[in-house]
């Protein structure tokens, strides 16, 4: 698999994209095309993902960095990313937790359907191979110190 090939600061810096999108919704908020809830005006702090991913790649690429910072950032990114998910869902017709007035229905429209079906898959889909490497790291540390 190509992903095994990656390096973590690889897995980590792919984050930064969150960065750029905060930054086109929040534009999409300021235009009226979505409710401000979803953007960091409102409840969603998702761009700190993508700040700090940049941070942290960087810092990878150039000293070690422990498992631990890796492992906090990544529960972060996906503490927020779960923020900003449920967020999504309560503001859509069927919950209308923000009022009728800042309901979720941009989404449903192109290009905004790339939203929840690739750009939040990608999310979710990054983090889970940050954990995945971390483990396999883990894994491999626990082999070695068994053969000294």
């Known amino acids: 698999m190509i ?3 990656l390096p973590l600061w690889a897995l980590v ?3 930064v994209f969150r960065f750029p999108l905060e930054l086109v919704m929040h534009r ?3 235009e009226g095309v979505m409710p401000v809830q979803m953007s960091y005006s409102g409840h969603n702090y998702d761009i700190v993902s993508g700040i700090t991913a940049g941070a942290l790649g960087l810092w990878l690429v150039r000293r070690h960095v422990s498992r631990s910072v890796v492992a906090s950032w990544n529960m972060l990114g996906f503490i927020l990313l779960v923020n900003i998910v449920t967020i999504a869902i309560v503001s859509t017709p069927v ?3 923000f009022g009728n ?3 979720n229905v941009f989404v449903t429209y192109p290009p905004f359907v790339w939203l929840p079906g690739i750009l939040v898959t990608a999310a979710l889909m990054g983090h889970i191979l ?3 490497r971390l483990a396999e790291k883990l894994a ?3 082999e070695a110190s068994k053969t000294l």
Do not use: S, T
């Open 140 to 142: 491999a540390e626990g």
């Open 3 to 5: 992903i095994r090939g």
């Open 13 to 15: 810096g792919f984050q």
């Open 130 to 132: 940050v954990w995945r």
């Open 95 to 97: 919950f209308g937790w």
């Open 101 to 103: 007035e800042r309901l």
């Open 28 to 30: 999409a908020y300021i």
